[in-house]
T-cell receptor, first 111, second 116 residues
């Protein structure tokens, strides 16, 4: 059974810092990996999707990498801002098409 | 265009009652998913529709839960004899197709269900 783990569970940083969020998964047989953002009381916003054949994806200040063989992904956020404060979730898409999520990392960026 | 919408946004009910939660996917999306998110956890898969048929319902916790998508667009999640443990945020997502590696799922805002 696929298990997704996110480390750290919570992170508090001063504005302007670069930071890395980690995601690991136990079964490398995946279609893709997605990173989401969730604001309190809201749904999920997709940030980046990395296909299983890709190594990384970039969007603005965000960069996500995927090492499928070792079951790891990282989300790098450059020059963090208070507006980046949210919960960040990673999810792997299995061949059955469902997403399996981690529990998330709660990020707080202090101004 | 419009994103995934869900109604109601909040639902409070009493233990033992029946509830229906509705999801309107993005127009043209053939695949639709239901997830459930408990406090402090990531979403957990419930059921996946490809068109009108349930392609994977392995995540439904028991036979009190049922979902339909009769015309391949709007979907309704139905919960019978609700229990306090059913309290959670129910999320709906849709995607253009189901089985592609570049296929991105887009989520709605969720329905917060509280069973008293």
């Amino acid at each position: 059974k696929q298990e997704v783990t996110q480390i750290p569970a919570a992170l508090s940083v001063p504005e302007g810092e670069n930071l890395v969020l980690n995601c690991s998964f136990t079964d490398s047989a995946i279609y893709n990996l997605q990173w989401f953002r969730q604001d309190p009381g809201k749904g999920l916003t997709s940030l980046l999707l990395i296909q299983s054949s890709q190594r990384e994806q970039t969007s603005g200040r965000l960069n996500a990498s995927l090492d499928k063989s070792s079951g790891r992904s990282t989300l790098y956020i450059a020059a963090s801002q208070p507006g980046d404060s949210a919960t960040y979730l990673c999810a792997v898409k299995e061949y059955g098409n469902k997403l399996v999520f981690g529990a998330g990392t709660i990020l707080r960026v202090k101004s | 265009g419009a994103g995934v919408s869900q109604t109601p946004s909040n639902k409070v009910t009493e233990k033992g009652k029946y509830v229906e939660l509705r999801c309107d996917p993005i127009s043209g999306h053939t695949a639709l998913y239901w997830y459930r998110q408990s406090l402090g956890q990531g979403p957990e898969f419930l059921i996946y529709f490809q068109g009108t048929g349930a392609a994977d319902d392995s995540g439904l916790p028991n036979d009190r839960f049922f979902a339909v998508r009769p015309e391949g667009s709007v979907s309704t999640l139905k919960i019978q004899r609700t229990e306090r443990g059913d309290s959670a945020v129910y999320l709906c997502a849709s995607s253009l197709w189901g089985d592609r590696s570049y296929n991105e799922q887009f989520f709605g805002p969720g329905t917060r269900l509280t069973v008293l």
